[in-house]
Structures are given as structure tokens and as C-alpha cells.
């Protein structure tokens, strides 16, 4: 009997084990805000909210599975994943079926997937091997294969094009680079480079991604049309006041003046609901979370793990600032969920992916050192 | 940079690295705060009020897309009014549940539900999409009294596109559907996004295709002041839309309509221009569809039908349909000789019935020959030895450079579909073009006995009916060409202003004069004393006219019998013509798809397009094959 119940415990342990407390306990708080919005968002209805609901307790799951696996095993999907990913991205290039004006996904015949997904992940993965790898005789061309392998991904989701997610899939890789050790001389190189080669960028722009960045220094020139989400969402944002309107009671919200709401302009709908304390309070918890896994990077043993670690971290970072920039109007539009918040099946389970990974890392930190 | 290798100088780089991406977190998310702070503390008041304003939603209204008409007035293309049902997803819950209770009440067919599905994953969530289109009175009336049961269901008044001719027509004219994926991407290049709201139709071919951002219109909007609950109180302004401009069309529908009566069920294509404007009069690619299957989404079985046809009704002959010319080739090849001074109209030579090059001997269709043949007579009995002794010495590149002038082998722009990436090139064969048609080296080679049939309008000859007609058109107009075109002018609906099309000619080949006149001689000697004479006897009129017949297949020199032959491997048949003339008002190309010799099938129909065009003369039916032609006519 007595043992039983100590086999239990230490099987209880055992499930335990692999979880981050402080990180699962951020992650549970906002998105329970996010599910608290989404019902708002959806008028008051169930259904999204009980179906986000389901993929977080399935993207839990797969979180828990991932932290379980030693980083060794991580190392060992990088390549596998990133090759997949990439012939995959090639097969959209080629027979992508465009839905929305958009060429980014695969039909399966009974399904279809959007590659670009899997490189968010595989990305940092096979950076992080690859600097792992030639850790010890690193050498300047090192950084230019990184640089290879990360420009070919990008340039094939920005081609579909995917602005939003080609930004998320080459901000993840150059984060591994830069902790990798890329000097800063090259650093501000490339930001010299990039200021100089704005106009030119400029002429390659599609005449709507133009208009987009036009009209967020002026979005009253088009009203009816790319102007619209951005004087709507900050109309949304700045009428919600220090405290906000109370939820679900946000007026722009249901009078359906704000577009995607429950998806890319979910922060709009809980602006205008919670005001600024409550922005506040969500930016707080992104930073807290973003804190909590730095702390794991720093901590983080082998060079791998650290790169990864770090990489992730920022990754939701930059995830964040990009959405809440974009919905307040700081930011051009382009197609960014606000994690853990917005409503999304694929986006939730990448991002707990990721969460995985990062608890993986820290469970796992002391029996390396041992 | 060479400091890459010590573990602990490589953490303590990464932990400081690290410090710097927490500074720029923080940075960042300051900036975001100082953003709320302005938005939300600062501008408040501002936003504030700009939300009770808010209360003000606006509503696109669609204009009324362009009427299209013919060059008589005759309608071709119109809008009616009729009412939809439709339910928008995001409002309407269980969607299944809806069209069940939706069914109880209004006849919904399979198809309507079939349909609603396939909208349903092309449109956004907020969007409405009709389940039911083209509602009675008193379906509507049924609905009203039950509307309270179904959120999200309303019914709206749509206008829809209608062609009252049918099938007449319907190649030049097109079709509008719904917009799909490549559609939008279309409207975004365009930068056109604000004005589409609201439209969910689009030109998918011919001229609806071609102006589209001319006949749809300019969008107006309605601002509706809404309760808390969405629901429009009263309307505070409203920007009327815009009418689209109509297209007037060179088009005349009646001869149009002739046309392809005159056809039959035979397959092939006509194409008929004004040549001193290069105004289309007929655009003729048989069999037809009706476009008006189109416009509410087309069911699949029609589509299937459609698409399957084994005579490809959606094929636009005209301008998709490369052929050899065939015989229609010899004049042009007559003029170039002139011109390039290759030949002089008396030269004549004498006709064994063959001509030998290398050692393969090329033979003329009249067995022992035609005897002493000049230029006159090279056209007028269509001797093919003529012309095989001509080609090769002129040689492919001088025959490409010429025909090229002519407009052979190049797109003609004609205003049909989004632009012209959907016509057909045909194949204008040159040195050049072979190199670039074929990978293997000993393929890409020309070889001069490659050069022989050329000159009959055969080998890789393959040109659009469209081209031919064109190239017809520049001759009749003394060498001064004009792009055809379909639309005469574009009426604008709001000052009512009229811009022509295409006034100016396209290019000028400044032909001698006494080199069109030999030619338009011999071609109104076929329809005199040669091969197009009993198509054309007792015109009242003088038509200049050549037929020809394309090789579907080769017979390797056995006699050519058409009763022997399968229908589909029978020669297509051709006729090139215009008339008066000597002030030539229409000129035309005709091909019958394995019609056999022009002059048995095809000819009769230019007689029959040119006696209404110019004497206002109609036919009695389709235009009967000649069968009698076809034994006086060995010469073709």
C-alpha cells in the first residue's frame, strides 16, 4: 500500500519533471486573457473560445512532450526539419495552390499545410547545430553559410509572400547569429547597409505593401481601403482610456469596426476593453516571460542549448512588439498573430513548440553538468 | 575576429549580448507603452470621440457596370436587379443548421448548397454569400415573415450581369464571375482594392476581361448611422456610385449572328475587319457557349460539359487557334516577291507539276502541271510549283522579315482578355526560330528544302485566324495596318463624352501601289475565273478573294480523298477576301476545321458574310458545302 502511493508520487514526479513552473504559469495567465478576448471578440459566442481552448490543451500536450526529450535529441531533428522544411517551402514555390492572393500552402489532398510554420522552429534549430558544431573552429565563413541557409527560407516565404511570417522565420535565425558572436563592426555595417538600400527595397515593394507603409504615415488618404484596420484598431486603443470600457464592452469591437478581431487585431479589442492598465499588465507578462527565458539561455549549458534558448526568447518578443506595434500604428500591417492571445490552432502549437524547447533546456541543465 | 574559440570568454560574450537584446526588449515594449500612454491618456478625448462617432459605418454601394452595345446600338452585355438571399457566417452560427431551416421555407436545390460551399471557402468570415440567387416576390415575402428565425440571413437586392444574345457572340464578348483568388491579386496590382469593395464580379474573358477598370464603375458608399447593436438607423450621406462607361463596339451583331449561322455545326473560326480602321465586324470562333451560364457561378456539370466537349466550345478560335494558311499564303508570298523585286508580274515559268530539290521532289495538286504560269495565274489556279521555286528563292529569312511586317507569327493585341499574354503567337518559321524552338543541336538547323513548303503555306507555318485577317485587312488597305480591335469607343456614363479607340494606324509598310493593284488583281481573277468563281458567281460586286486548304495530315503522295478519310484528319479549309474591291469596306479570313478545300466549305461563307455586309442580303441557312467545287477545283 505505502509503496504504491510512493510509486505514484514518484511517478507524479517523473511527469512533472521536465515543467518550468514560472514559464507554464506566465504562459496559462495570458492566454487565459486571450481566451477571456476572444469571447469578447466573437460577440459573446463559445464557439471560438471552447475551440482555442482545445488547441491549447493540445498544444500543452505537445509541450509537455517536447520538454521530456534531452536537448541531444533536439540537436538531432535540426537537420531533418530544416531540409523537410525547406523542400517543402520549394514544393509551394513550385505547386503551391495561392489562397487569398497568397501562394503559402501545400495541398495534401486531404489537408493542406503551410511550410513556412515548420522553419520558425527549424530555423533557430539548425542554426544553433550548425554554430554547435563548428563551435571550436569558428571562423568568419561560418557566418556566411549561416547566412545562407537562413537568406534561402526567407526569401521563399517573402516570395509567396508571407511579409509577416518571413520577418518572424528571419528574425529567429539572425537572433542565433548575433548571439552566435557576429561582430558588431558587421552589426553596424549592415545597418549602414540597410538605410543606404531603403530606396531600392522601396522599388521592389509590391504596390500594395507601398500603400501599406504610406498609409501608416497618413492613413486617412484611403479610408475605405489599407487605412482602414489602422484608424479603426487605434481608434479602438485610444478610446479605451487609462482604465477601459469594461469587458465586453467595447463599442468597436461590436459594432464590428475592427477587422480580424479575434485573430491579428485581438489587441485592439482588449485595448479598447482594459485601457491602459490593462496593456500594461499583458505588456508586463511578455516581459516577464521574455525574463524568464533569458534567464534559461543564460543558465543554459552547451552552446546549442544557449543559442536556441536565446533565439526562442526573442522570437516571442519580436512576435509581440511587431502584432502590438501594428495594431497600434506604429507598425505597417502585415500578417502577425500576438501570441499565445490570438485565435489560431497552427500559430499556438508552434509557439508551445518553442516553449517545449526552452523547458527542455532548463530540465535538463543539470544532468549535463553532472 | 579571432577570438572565437575560448569557452569562458564565449559565455561571458553570449551573457553580455544577452544584457543588450534585454536592453532592446526593453526599449521596444517602452516604446509600446509610450505609445498607449499617447493613445490612450494624452489623444483620449480625441479617440473617445471619434469612437461615439463611430456609430457611422460605411457602406460600399456598387455602381452599375457598363452596358456593352453593338456598332448598331444593339445590346450585347446589360445589368437587371434581382433579389438574393444570403447569410453572412459570422453572424449566422450553425451554418448547417441555417440552410436546413432555410430549406424548409425556399426551395434550396443541391446545387444552391453545393455552390454556397465552394463561396463559402473563397469569402471572408464577415462577408455575405448567397445561398440563393434570383428570389420570386414571393419567396421574398416568405422570408420576411420568418426573418426574425435566422440572424445573419438577409435578403439583398444584387444586380446581375446579362447577355440577351446568348451564345452570339460570346467569344468576343466574354463572361463576368465571381472573384476568385487571382482575380483579387489582379485588383491589388491595379491598386484597386477600396474601389472593389463591395463587388464580388469580375471580367473573366473577351471584353469583359479586357475593360474591366472601365466598365465597373466607381463605387460610392452609404454612412449609416447604426444602434449599439449594428443595426442601420438612418442613412447621414451618401456618395452615389458611378456608372461604368459603356462600350460601343465595331461589332455588327446581325452579321455577327449570320456568321455563325452560317457555320453550322461545323467547327472553325471567321474574323472579319473593317480594313480602314481595323474595327472588328464579326469575331466568329465556332461552336459557341452561352455566357450567361457564367454569371451566377457556373454549375460543374455545365462546366464539365463545356470543358470536355471534344469540340472545345471555350476555345477562342480566333485568336487561339494557330493553323497552316495553306494557299491564303501565295499572295503575300506574291507581294513580297514584288516587293523585294524577287519577281515581276509577267515572269512566268513553266510547270512540269512538280519541282525537284535535293531528292525529294515537291508536287503541285494538278498532275502533269499548269503549264506556262505567271504571277496572274500562279494565284488565280493556286499552282503550288510557282511557289515552291519562289520560296527558295527568296529564302526563309527574307519570307520571315516580310511576314513579320504583315503581322504573321506576332500577337495582334486585339482587345480580348486581361491583356494580350492570351493570344496565341502561331509560328512564323526563321532561322532564328528554329535555333530557339529546338534543343538539339542537329534539330535547330534550317534546312534550305525546309524552305520549299513554306511557300504553299504549309510545313511550320501556324498563324491565328485573327493574324490572317489582319494581314488580309493590310493589304486591302494598301499596306497602311491598324490593330483590331472590338470597341469602337468608350462612352463615359458621367458626361456622357466619347473617347475613340485606336484612331491612329499602327504602321504604314508603304507598299508600291502597282504591287497591290497585280495582286488584288489575281485575287479577284480566283473569284472570277479560278478557284473561288463558283462561290462567287453573280456577285453583284467585285471580291478579291484566295482559297486554301491546310494539311492536317500528310498523305506521303497518295491521292487525297476526302470520303476515305476520318472527319478530324480531314483538311481544314480556308478563305481570305475583302470587297469592293477596288474601295474595300470588309476584309475577312474564314477557316473550317477539316472542312476539306476552301473553296468547297469555306468560300461559300465569305459569300454569305460579304452579301449581307454589303448588299444587307440574308441567307437562307447555313451555308451549304459546295460539293460540286471540290471536283472542278483541282488547282487548290
Sequence with gaps: MIDAVGTLKRGWHGLIAPIDFPLLLITLAIMAVGLATIHSATIGGNERMLAQAGNMGLALVIMWLVARLPPQKLMSFAIPLYIIGLLLLIAVFLFGTPVKGANRWLPLGFTRIQPSEIMKIAMPLMLAWYFHKYEATLRARHFLVAVLLLAVPFGLIAKQPDLGTALLVGGAG???????????????????????????????????QRKRILTLIDPTTDPLGAGYHIIQSTIAIGSGGPFGKGYLNGTQTHLEFIPEKH??????????????????LLVFLYTLLIGRGMMIAAAAPTKFSRLLAGAITLGFFTYAFINMGMVSGILPVV????????????????????????????SHRMLVKK | MGDFHNPESDLDRFRFRLGIAALVVLLAFGTLVGRFVWLQVLQHDFYRTRAEDNRIALIPIVPNRGVITDRNGVVLARNYSAYTLEITPSLAGDLDATIDGLAELIDIQPKDRKRFKRLLDEAKNFESVPIRTRLTDAEVAIFA?????????????RLFRQYP????????????????DRDLQWIEEADRQANYKGTDHIGKTGLEQHYEFELHGETGYEEVEIDAGGRALRSLKRIPPVSGNNLQLTLDSRLQEITERAFGDRKGALVAIDPATGGILALVSNPTYDPNLFVDGITPENWKELNE??????INRTINGAYPPGSTFKPFMALAALEMGKRTPQQAISDPGYFNFGNHTFRDDKKGGHGSVDMYRSIVHSCDTYYYILANDMGIDNIARFMGQLGFGQRTGVDLGRDDSGESRGVLPSQEWKRKRFKKPEQQKWYAGETISIGIGQGYNAYTPIQLAQATAAVANRGVMFRPHLVNQIIDAKTGEKRPVEPEPMRDLKLKPQNVDVIRRAMVGVNKEGTGARAFAGAPYEAAGKTGTAQVFSLKGADYKAHAIKKELRDHALFIAYAPADKPR?????????????????APIARMVLDYYLLGKLPAGAAKEDVAAVEDDHEE
Design chain 2, 145 to 157: 415573415a420568418q426573418r426574425y428565425r435566422f440572424p445573419g440571413v438577409e435578403v439583398r437586392a
Design chain 1, 335 to 362: 500578417g502577425v498573430p500576438l501570441p499565445f492571445m490570438s485565435y489560431g490552432g497552427t500559430a499556438l502549437v508552434t509557439l508551445f513548440l518553442g516553449i517545449g524547447i526552452l523547458m527542455s533546456i532548463q
Design chain 1, 263 to 280: 485573430t491579428d487585431f485581438i489587441f485592439a479589442v482588449y485595448s479598447e476593453e482594459w485601457g491602459l492598465l490593462g496593456n500594461g
Design chain 2, 586 to 602: 470588309i476584309a475577312l479570313a474564314v477557316l473550317v476545321e477539316n472542312g476539306g478545300f476552301g473553296a468547297q466549305s469555306a
Design chain 2, 309 to 314: 466537349h471534344p469540340d472545345k466550345p471555350m
Design chain 1, 174 to 208: 539572425f537572433f542565433v547569429i548575433f548571439f552566435a558572436g557576429l561582430p558588431w563592426k558587421v552589426i553596424a555595417g549592415l545597418i549602414a547597409v540597410g538605410a543606404a538600400a531603403a530606396p531600392l527595397l522601396w522599388g521592389m515593394l509590391h504596390g500594395y
Design chain 2, 165 to 180: 444574345l446568348g451564345p452570339i457572340g460570346s467569344h468576343a464578348i466574354g463572361y463576368i464571375g465571381r472573384i476568385t
